[in-house]
């Protein structure tokens, strides 16, 4: 063959290798998967564009760069480093699988799970050229994956984690599955319960005929069990309340039909339920029977919904003539305005009280009360609960201690005696009489505080706390003579009465001190004269018997 002939023959196959490889370029970048291919030292010599995606690498920096830095992976789990699965092909020469939880680590961070396999490249005598890398982004199949695991976990966990116990049943009624609860609740085992005849279950207490019925429809007829409830005494936990319900189901992936028997017990909210009604009973009890007037009213349209016996009497109108009507039409409140701005203030702090308010009867009559009213929820909804307390009593005997209080003051304040209010505790002087004042000589200051020794009464404070003590003991003491001196030192013959008494839940000592200095005096000089005579007297009886002597 000639030189022409071979050059000729050189350029053809050249081309046609050219056009071979161009082909499988164009081929390998029109695939869905990333496509990298490398030498036979792992270095690359070719990306697709889904590899330029994936990996963050463009074909023109990429080439030529060790694989290990384009194609980084590491387990999906352990975050550790895998091996790369185009070494293992080069390094064995033979077809590497998919490799399962792995992770691509694009050039910007960008983390991807992936599905990859290699395989090596092969020249004509078998000799390994390079390796081809084909792998592709898994996220959604992933993620769809993990969507089911979930779906499938929260299946089963709504199952176990069902506050009330659970049965499914099978077509004979025989328990398939229990959940958590129902063993707790019943205190079995999973021995005495699964594949037994529900009827058999414990001390047979849910053969019941109208149970059986209502299952049989739930199997026949599809027609589910609702709110079914039943009483029993059961052997392990005693006497229950307990709520059935029940629906076919059809088994997944069977043709078998299932029921699945939700049970709750209800015991303790019929418990409540009958504590309720009782604590009703009791309510409306102490409603009508109470000492005060009850008023509920609807805090929207402010008028009256209900009244007790008390404040139908206290008023004077009837049950009914109170209903609907607002406070200042039945003598409460002075009038619509005053009752709109009573409402705002309750609507605002939930609570107003008057200590004193005006109520006219419906005869006309004038009474003093006392009303406390709270806003609240009840069964949802808001209502308001005034409670009117007739004071007019209280009122007149608090003008009545009053007016008795002005008296006392008065007498207090222009005895001619002395008096001292003392702490029956301490024994301090907290009053005094202006009488006292101004017989000692000290002003109201100086003998608030003292004791009654710091003022000149008794000798020493021994002698004072003696007699404190006797009237503490005793309640009452008396002096008929007492010395006192004064504040200028002047001495004073005294007659001291003294009692213990209460005053507003606190006990006081009164002490009344009465000047008798003068009457002392003229005693003395009673006395004194009475002994002249009394000397004279035996003066003269001497005399006439000595005279008598002499004559005889």
């Not at 029940?246 to 303790?268: F, Q, W, Y």
Request: charged letters at 30%; aromatic letters at 8%.
């Amino acid at each position: 063959m000639d030189t022409d002939t071979e050059q000729s023959e050189s350029k053809e196959t050249a081309k046609a290798s050219q056009d071979q490889r161009e082909l499988l370029r164009v081929t390998l970048s029109s695939i869905g998967d990333a496509v990298i291919t490398t030498d036979k030292e792992s270095r690359i010599t070719f990306l697709n564009p889904v590899a330029e995606t994936l990996t963050g690498w463009m074909q023109e920096e990429a080439s030529g760069v060790p694989l290990d830095r384009v194609f980084k992976i590491v387990n999906e789990e352990t975050r550790r480093t895998v091996e790369n699965p185009a070494n293992r092909a080069l390094r064995e020469g033979v077809f590497i699988g998919l490799a399962n939880h792995t992770l691509l680590i694009a050039k910007d961070g960008t983390e991807r799970p992936i599905d990859d396999s290699a395989a090596p490249i092969r020249h004509a005598n078998g000799e390994v050229a390079g390796v081809v890398l084909v792998f592709r982004d898994v996220s959604e199949r992933r993620r769809q994956e993990h969507l089911v695991q979930e779906s499938l976990h929260y299946c089963e966990n709504i199952i176990a984690t069902l506050r009330e116990p659970f049965l499914v049943l099978d077509k004979n009624l025989r328990v398939r599955k229990a959940n958590r609860s129902f063993y707790e609740t019943f205190v079995v085992s999973p021995a005495d319960t699964e594949n037994e005849f529900i009827y058999d279950l414990g001390n047979r207490q849910w053969d019941i005929p109208r149970l059986r019925e209502s299952l049989k429809e739930v199997l026949i007829n599809n027609h589910p069990i609702q709110d079914f409830e039943v009483e029993f005494d059961f052997e392990t936990i005693g006497h229950k309340f307990m709520r059935l319900n029940a629906r076919r189901v059809r088994e997944p992936g069977h043709h078998s039909d299932l029921i699945l028997l939700a049970i709750e017990d209800i015991t303790e909210r019929r418990q409540a339920a009958y504590a309720l009604k009782v604590s009703e009973i009791r309510y409306r009890r102490l409603f009508e029977a109470a000492k005060d007037g009850i008023l509920i009213l609807d805090p929207d349209t402010r008028q009256i919904t209900d009244a007790n016996p008390y404040i139908a009497r206290l008023l004077g109108y009837t049950r009914e003539e109170m209903i609907g009507k607002e406070l200042f039409e039945i003598g409460l409140l002075k009038d619509e305005e005053a009752s709109q701005a009573a409402f705002r203030e309750l609507r605002e702090k939930q609570f107003i009280r008057y200590d004193d308010l005006p109520l006219k009867s419906k005869n006309g009559q004038r009474r003093e009360v006392e009303v406390v009213a709270n806003l609240y929820a009840e069964d949802g909804q808001s209502v308001i609960q005034a409670n009117i307390r007739d004071i007019t009593e209280r009122k007149q005997a608090a003008y009545n201690l009053e007016v008795s209080e002005a008296r006392y003051r008065r007498l207090f304040e222009t005895a001619q005696d002395a008096i001292l209010i003392l702490d029956a505790n301490t024994g301090k002087i907290f009053d005094a009489n202006p009488f006292i004042k101004e017989m000692l000589g000290y002003s109201q200051e100086e003998l608030v505080g003292k004791e009654l020794w710091q003022i000149g009464l008794f000798r020493d404070q021994a002698e004072s706390r003696a007699a404190f003590g006797e009237l503490q003991a005793q309640g009452y003491i008396r002096y008929q003579n007492l010395p006192l001196e004064t504040k200028q030192g002047q001495r004073i013959d005294v007659e001291f009465v003294s009692n213990v008494y209460q005053v507003d839940q606190r006990q006081v000592i009164q002490c009344n001190i009465r000047d008798i200095t003068e009457r002392s005096r003229l005693q003395r000089q009673t006395h004194e004269h009475a002994e002249a005579l009394a000397e004279l007297h035996h003066r003269k009886d001497e005399f006439l018997a000595m005279l008598s002597h002499e004559l005889r």
